[in-house]
């Protein structure tokens, strides 16, 4: 069965402290995978797409990485404005529907 | 206006009310989407349309019934729902679903409750 989890369910940083949040995924035919940012009260909104292992992709102080089993959302010295909820998903086969994670709520502290 | 609209933003009915979810896209886009997102659990894609035909209904009850006249409007329209039916609806569009990695472009949501 095709799956995605995404740990931790919560974490916490203080603004400055490095950390990443995981992706860990079993699906047959990966097409992509997505990295969504919600905020309280908005719709998802479009981070990044992965399409094969070894792929890297970076914006601001985020950074995304994809191997064959998981990715890895790295986030380089935080600031509060970073705090939301970041949601995985991943494509399969040739439709556009996603299969999304439960996502990780990442609050930072000034 | 520009990106997905959603409307409206929060929605309280009884269960033997009947009401419309409406979403409008303003993207050029020939895909539109319903996801269900409730507390705890994974975004559920409900129903996707491509170039105004439906293309997956993701076993989702009959009291939820969708409508898309038009590549650019998708409406979802609600009747005799249950109180698990409350959680946050979200349209979505994409260029089309003719590629697996299409990126979905998500409305602000409308926020259910039902008493």
């Known amino acids: 069965e095709d799956q995605v989890t995404q740990s931790p369910e919560a974490l916490r940083l203080q603004e400055g402290e490095s950390s990443s949040l995981n992706c860990s995924y079993t699906?047959?035919?990966?097409?992509?995978l997505f990295w969504y940012r919600q905020d309280p009260g908005k719709g998802p909104e479009f981070l990044f797409t992965l399409y094969s292992a070894g792929e890297e992709k970076e914006k601001e102080r985020l950074k995304a990485t994809l191997t064959k089993k998981e990715s890895f959302l790295h986030i380089t010295a935080p600031k509060p404005e970073d705090s939301a909820t970041y949601l995985c998903?991943?494509?399969?086969?040739?439709?556009?529907?996603?299969?999304f994670g439960k996502g990780t709520k990442l609050s930072v502290k000034p | 206006e520009t990106g997905v609209t959603q409307t409206p933003r929060h929605l309280v009915m009884g269960m033997t009310n009947k009401k419309s979810l409406k979403c409008e896209q303003h993207l050029g886009h020939n895909a539109m989407y319903w996801y269900k997102q409730s507390a705890k659990k994974p975004l559920e894609l409900m129903f996707v349309?491509?170039?105004?035909?439906?293309?997956e209904n993701n076993s989702v009850p009959s009291r939820f019934s969708p409508e898309c006249p038009n590549s650019s409007h998708l409406f979802l329209h609600l009747h005799t729902l249950q109180p698990e039916d409350s959680a946050l609806y979200l349209c979505a569009s994409s260029r089309d679903t003719s590629s697996g990695a299409n990126v979905l472009t998500f409305g602000a949501g409308s926020r259910l409750t039902v008493l």
């Open positions: 349309y491509n170039f105004k035909e439906q293309t």
């Open positions: 699906v047959s035919g990966l097409r992509g």
């Open positions: 998903a991943v494509s399969r086969g040739s439709q556009g529907n996603l299969i």
